[in-house]
């Protein structure tokens, strides 16, 4: 009775969720977001050997083709060994300049002061760019789906390893946003209008910015309500046991809080578990992790913290991923398991 | 010679302009300033919630920022984010009882500024309307030239007598004469410019 009270110290209750459809796993950089990912990918894999998965990096820093020692692009390109499981890398920072060049399109009159007015509003509307950043990866799902019609893939998770740039979430509340600033802009364009069309500007094609605004502000919603529903999107945090990344730590979760999404994991990485090694630093550095251990456990008592150690050499490749990865399912023990440290694969 | 008519419209006029540069020379912002301070100790006086949770959150949160400053944030890191949260949440709440005083305050603004309005302005009006065929005072008719006749029966009373604007423009002009002389006497000397230090500081 008392273990079902007990919040287990793994990552069971993602990884064997029923309906999960969007698993996000974030943290500051350095902190090991991407092998973090890639093994919650890797185990989703393993555990569902008749589903498709599928995991995004929106890194401008590219790392998954170097987690998985495997070449990726923006198609999803299924990882050698591991058939149920894809990968893409997206450049997010696409869809913001192609979104300004179709404005460009719409409207090539130089002197039109509509023009400017568009650029400047679009380019500065908190969250836009992440939205449309997830607007393209969406896109790029879409896509492949139309694209192979004869065998559809439908994923049935898709893992996120998102940038470590700050808000990366920020645009959850982007719909409430875009909401009000379209309704003043339309108000404003009903009054200005005539006098801006006296100037020589066109009503068709600021119809047609109007209506890709909506269109965004549309899909935007619908997104959000995915995202913030927790039978259907979780949050994984990372970071490791020090002063600076537990506070950012704290701080992304209050702000994932705020947008109404569920988080109840923190995968902390890195850790040393040296209490039967030789090494006086690594003992003294372990005693410094688990004082942050203590006090993590007492401000997350209701988190899963999932305690993965440090090993002795970067965790890349398929069969590395998996010896690392089957830890955030079954607790690290330092005593049994010591051996992973120096057991992965030399891979080149 | 002069034959004293209506005393009751004379002094009522009196009062209002007294009234009416005692505000202006006040100043509009002082008195809306005041009167809500003397709003805002009332009510809290009396037990408006309002105003003694925000005073108590207030402190609270200044006793909170203490505290967090007082410990070490790494060496007591979960004492230290539960204060953290603890802040954050009280601030969010000061901010929103804040917003709610403030409506209020504009509230308290619009009625003393009504009340002003209704003490001060309307009467003035009411009077230029209903009294304006009243002859306040009296003099023999032929007394003036017939051009300053005209203007002392301003607005509309008959050639001989004293109408309300005139009344009303000699009491405002005697009154800022005594504001004039009251606040030399209140307020404080210029200081004679110092040659030396207007230059020094350059």
């Known amino acids: 009775m008392d273990m079902d ?3 287990e110290p793994t990552l069971q209750s993602v990884i064997l969720h029923e309906t999960l459809k969007w698993l996000f796993v974030g943290g500051k950089g350095g902190v090991g977001k991407t092998t973090t990912s890639s093994s919650i990918a890797v185990q989703l894999a393993l555990a569902y050997p008749n589903d498709q998965f599928l995991l995004i990096s929106t890194d401008p820093a590219h790392n998954l083709s170097d987690a998985f020692c495997q070449k990726f692009g923006k198609d999803a390109r299924k990882v050698e060994g591991l058939s149920n499981l894809s990968c893409m890398e997206i450049d997010p920072e696409a869809a913001m300049t192609d979104l300004q060049t179709q404005a460009q399109q719409y409207n090539n009159d130089p002197n039109d002061p509509l023009k400017s007015m568009m650029n400047d509003m679009t380019g500065s509307i908190p969250g ?181 150690p440090l090993l002795g050499s970067e965790i890349r490749g398929v069969e590395n991923l998996k010896k690392f990865s089957k830890y955030l399912l079954q607790p690290y023990d330092p005593k049994v398991d010591n051996g992973l440290v120096f057991d992965l694969e030399e891979t080149t | 010679m002069l034959d004293l008519n209506s005393s009751s419209v004379l002094t009522l006029i009196l009062v209002v302009l007294i009234a009416k540069t005692v505000i202006t020379s006040i100043g509009k912002p002082t008195l809306l300033n ?31 920022n203490k505290e967090r400053k007082s410990i070490s944030a790494q060496d007591q890191y979960a004492k230290w984010t539960k204060l953290n949260r603890s802040f954050d949440k009280l601030s969010a709440e000061v901010k929103t009882l804040a917003d709610q005083v403030s409506t209020e305050k504009a509230t308290v603004n619009k009625v ?20 304006r065929k009243t002859v306040l005072f009296h003099f023999p008719s032929g007394y003036f030239p017939g051009v300053m006749e005209w203007f002392l029966a301003l ?39 110092d040659k030396a230090a207007s230059t020094k500081s350059q």
């Open chain 1, 5 to 7: 009270l007990e919040i």
């Open chain 1, 128 to 308: 836009i760019d992440e939205a449309l950043s997830f607007m393209e990866v969406l896109k790029h799902i879409k896509n492949q789906k139309a694209g192979e019609n004869s065998n559809a893939i439908s994923y049935r998770t898709i893992i996120f390893d998102t940038a470590p740039t700050g808000h990366t979430l920020r645009f959850l509340q982007l719909p409430a946003t875009l909401e009000k600033l379209l309704s003043k802009f339309k108000d404003l364009s009903g009054k200005l209008g005539p006098m801006l069309n006296m100037l020589g500007g066109g009503g068709a094609q600021k119809q047609d910015i109007f209506e890709k605004l909506n269109e965004i502000q549309k899909s935007v919603s619908e997104v959000n309500e995915q995202f913030t529903n927790p039978d259907l999107t979780t949050f994984v945090c990372v970071c490791i046991s020090e002063f600076l990344s537990l506070y950012e730590t704290e701080r992304m979760i209050q702000e994932l809080m705020s947008y109404n999404m569920d988080v109840n994991s923190i995968v902390v990485n890195q850790l040393l578990f040296a209490e039967a090694d030789d090494c006086k630093r690594c003992h003294s550095r372990w005693k410094m992790q688990k004082k942050y251990l203590d006090q993590m456990a007492e401000l997350y008592e209701d988190y899963h913290l999932v305690k993965m």
């Open chain 2, 34 to 64: 005041k009167c809500w301070n003397l709003y805002s100790v009332v009510a809290s006086r009396a037990g408006k919630p309002q105003f003694v949770e925000l005073a108590k959150k207030r402190q609270e949160l200044v006793q909170i």
């Open chain 2, 112 to 131: 003393v500024n009504g009340a002003v309005t209704l003490l001060t302005v309307a009467p003035i009006w009411f009077c230029r309307v209903w009294y």
């Open chain 2, 155 to 193: 607005p509309f009373t008959v050639k001989g007598g004293v109408g309300l604007t005139v009344w009303m423009f000699a009491v405002n002009s005697v009154l800022s004469s005594i504001v004039f002389l009251a606040l030399y006497l209140v307020e404080p000397a210029v200081q004679k410019p």
